[in-house]
């Protein structure tokens, strides 16, 4: 099975600043990387799919991009509602389903 | 609006049993696949299960085939998940999420997760 990595697992950040999430598969997945944002106590939010297509309602700020091993999750100017844990997803149409282990995102 | 929302969720004995509800609302389940995902207290997310729009096709994580069942009443417009030989390293906040698509011949949109419950609380302790 693909395993993910992400890195950093955590990041302290400001409002304002240009943050960047890595996502690293062990086998090439092509575009097939989804990006999900999690608040503390709320259940994940879809923000990218395809590795660079945005989610209907995702603000613009969110970027994907990469393909084969290696992706980027791009916030261009950190809103404060922001500070949360990212998760990156493998996408197949036959399970297993993997997620990274998640870069949390905290307040400088 | 779109909305899913568990239930069932508790407090259990290790190796006894427990089964969970998701109720959908602003949509009609029977269009589209459908997955349970859990979290750990303080860790990340797993996938646990998927069934296809008609529930013809099912498939499990490893760590739980054999012991949990998926299952869906689309007359009823809810999601199950029956659990059993429950282990403490089953306890885990599980949400219900729905996929974009029917069954896997929607190729990746299968695998994701576009609309999330909020969560029930699974707690395996003796």
Known sequence: DIQLTQSPSFLSASVGDRVIITCRASQGISTYLAWYQQKPGKAPKLLIYAASTLQSGVPSRFSGSGSGTEFTLTISSLHPEDFATYYCQQLNSYPPFPFGPGTKVDIK | ?126
């Open chain 2, 1 to 126: 609006q779109v909305q899913l929302v568990e239930s069932g969720g508790g407090v259990v004995q290790p190796g006894r049993s427990l089964r969970l509800s998701c109720a959908a609302s602003g949509f009609s389940i029977s269009s589209y696949g459908m997955h349970w995902v859990r979290q750990a207290p303080g860790k990340g997310l797993e996938w646990v299960a998927i069934i296809s729009y008609d529930g013809g096709d099912k498939h499990y994580a490893d760590s739980v085939k054999g012991r949990f069942t998926i299952s869906r009443d689309n007359s009823q417009n809810t999601l199950y998940l029956q659990m059993n030989s429950l282990r403490a390293e089953d306890t885990a906040v599980y949400y219900c999420a729905k996929s974009p698509g029917p069954s896997n011949s929607s190729g990746y949109y299968y695998s994701l997760f576009d609309v999330w419950g909020q969560g029930t609380l699974v707690s395996v302790s003796s």
